[in-house]
Each structure stands twice: as C-alpha cells, then as structure tokens.
C-alpha cells in the first residue's frame, strides 16, 4: 500500500497493518524529524508490534565536495533550500537513537 500525503499529520491508524515503513529522502525534509519518528513508533498499525521496522535512507553531507567545502566558508551549504539537514553518519545515528531506532545495518552509499 502506497501513499502520496503529508507524512507528518496523515492519520496512520487507517491503514492495513504495516510491516515496514520505507523513508527515502524524506528525513531531512521534516524539521522535528526525532518527534515525527517518535510519531511513527507509537501511532502505526504496526503488524508485528514488537518488531517494528525502518528503512530509511538520507543524503550525506559528504556525497559532493562542494558542501563540506562551503560550510567551512560559513556560507549557505545545503544542495536543497529545502533539507533541515544535511546529515552526518554520526548526526543520524543520533537522531535515530533518540527517537529510539536502533541501527541493525547500514550501508554507506554516495553518488
């Protein structure tokens, strides 16, 4: 089951039990992205309540050059006006764990 909508006030309650929730370049799109995952955990139909899962994958800041490059400039360094970060390994596996997502794989890709 696919949905095009605002994932930070759709009303996951109305879905079919959900085994996995995919975000795609999504995170760093939402601004209280601890508190939208927070969300997520505690108001999806989950399938299986006690193994709820994630895939989730985001930019990292070290896929061009030129953003490193231009925040140590102090300029505006974000490839989109639109991202609220621009992610480190170590800032993301922050915020999953504050929102109390355990990492179990990870796969460092850039393009």
């Given at each position: 089951?696919?949905?095009?909508?605002?994932?930070?006030?759709?009303?996951?309650?109305?879905?079919?039990?959900?085994?996995?929730?995919?975000?795609?370049?999504?995170?760093?799109?939402?601004?209280?992205?601890?508190?939208?995952?927070?969300?997520?955990?505690?108001?999806?139909?989950?399938?299986?309540?006690?193994?709820?899962?994630?895939?989730?994958?985001?930019?990292?800041?070290n896929r061009e050059w030129i953003v490193?490059?231009?925040?140590?400039?102090?300029?505006?360094?974000?490839?989109?006006?639109?991202?609220?970060?621009?992610?480190?390994?170590?800032?993301?596996?922050?915020?999953?764990?504050?929102?109390?997502?355990?990492?179990?794989?990870?796969?460092?890709?850039?393009?």
């Open positions: 089951q696919y949905f095009c909508a605002d994932a930070t006030v759709f009303n996951y309650q109305r879905c079919q039990p959900i085994h996995c929730i995919t975000l795609s370049n999504v995170l760093e799109h939402i601004e209280n992205r601890v508190s939208f995952l927070k969300s997520l955990i505690q108001n999806v139909n989950w399938a299986h309540p006690q193994r709820k899962q994630f895939l989730i994958r985001v930019p990292m800041i490193i490059y231009k925040k140590q400039m102090g300029l505006e360094y974000r490839l989109d006006p639109t991202h609220f970060i621009e992610y480190t390994y170590e800032t993301f596996k922050t915020e999953l764990k504050e929102a109390g997502i355990e990492i179990q794989t990870s796969k460092n890709m850039f393009w």
